[in-house]
């Protein structure tokens, strides 16, 4: 892969990659036009497939994620995608079981929040993997998705940090049609959880209206949004943050504007949906 990125930058092609866990929707696809809108009908689009074991923890579903590669294979074959780079683990981290690899990326502020703070080595394994593949890929653009919002911020974060020479975009979020927000975790859920799962959408609907005339304090609608949540008996509200939308501080006051973001459990399945209020 990074042979093929070193001769394609030599020739001055350019490259949009699209980095992904694999067991692509429409949301990864929506990503993908915008890597080749990017890139140019001369340049090269690159996917890169890979369920990263250093950004789950052990209790976590690293083993249950799903995966069919043969099914992703023929999504990005018709989506117009040049490249899908899908590595092993052996050749992501070689020597890693006998202690062997001992470099990582940590982004040490806006990765304390949120998804940090409920996964306190999520966002290391997600800075090391993606820092490596764009030594891998070595793309001029890289797309990510807004449905990740946390995690897209820290990786410009990164980037300007650490001076990759990359333009991130940040892609709007898909969703079905009753506006749960598609994600490659929503095959986890079983009919009655499905339907259920909408409520992360209608609570950002809800906070949206709550805020639109005047003001309310964070407090008070974090209070309000738990008990809305409640509604659906088989969800679990995990966090709710408001927060500015570039540094992630959060705000005390909620104005038109803030962003929000939630983790919702349904069942067993943890869920993430996040909105500009
Ligand atoms: P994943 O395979 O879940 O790691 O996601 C790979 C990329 O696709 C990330 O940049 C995600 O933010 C993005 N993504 C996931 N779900 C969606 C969605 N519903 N709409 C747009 N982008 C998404």
């Known amino acids: 892969m990074q042979k093929a990125a070193l001769s394609w930058n030599r020739r001055g092609v350019r490259v ?17 036009r915008e890597a080749r809108k990017r890139a ?12 990263n074991p250093t ?13 069919d590669l043969k099914r992703d294979l023929k999504l990005c074959r018709d989506a117009g995608v ?20 001992s470099t990582y990326v940590v982004e040490e502020k806006l990765s304390r929040t949120m998804e940090g703070a409920a996964r ?7 800075t090391t993997v993606v820092a490596k593949l764009f030594n891998i890929v070595l793309p001029d653009v890289a797309v990510f998705g807004q449905k990740d919002f946390q995690q897209a911020a820290i990786i410009k974060h990164m980037v300007a940090d650490l001076n990759f020479p990359v333009k991130i ?6 969703r079905e049609a009753d506006g749960l927000a598609m994600s490659s975790r929503n095959k986890f859920l079983n009919a009655e959880q499905r339907a259920q799962a909408v409520i992360l ?5 809800a906070a949206s209206l709550a805020v639109k005339k005047k003001p309310v304090s964070a407090a008070r609608l974090k209070a309000d949004l738990k008990e809305f949540i409640t509604a659906a008996p088989l969800a679990r509200l995990d966090y709710v943050e408001f927060f500015d939308p570039e540094m992630l501080a959060q705000v005390a006051q909620v104005k038109r504007g803030a962003q929000m973001a939630l983790a919702v459990f349904i ?6 949906d996040n909105a500009r209020l």
């Open 16 to 32: 949009g990659f699209v980095p992904t866990m694999g067991y692509l929707h429409a949301g990864h696809l929506s990503l993908v």
């Open 40 to 51: 140019g009908k001369n340049g090269k689009v690159v996917v890169s497939i890979y369920v």
């Open 55 to 67: 950004q789950f923890a052990p209790t976590e579903d690293l083993a249950k994620y799903p995966r």
């Open 82 to 101: 040049d490249v899908v780079f899908a590595p092993s683990d052996v050749e992501m981290y070689p020597g890693k079981f006998e202690s062997g690899f």
């Open 120 to 126: 306190p080595t999520h966002f290391r394994g997600v």
């Open 169 to 174: 975009i940040v892609a709007p979020t898909l």
């Open 201 to 205: 959408f209608h609570a950002l609907r």
């Open 267 to 272: 069942g067993k399945t943890r869920l993430i």
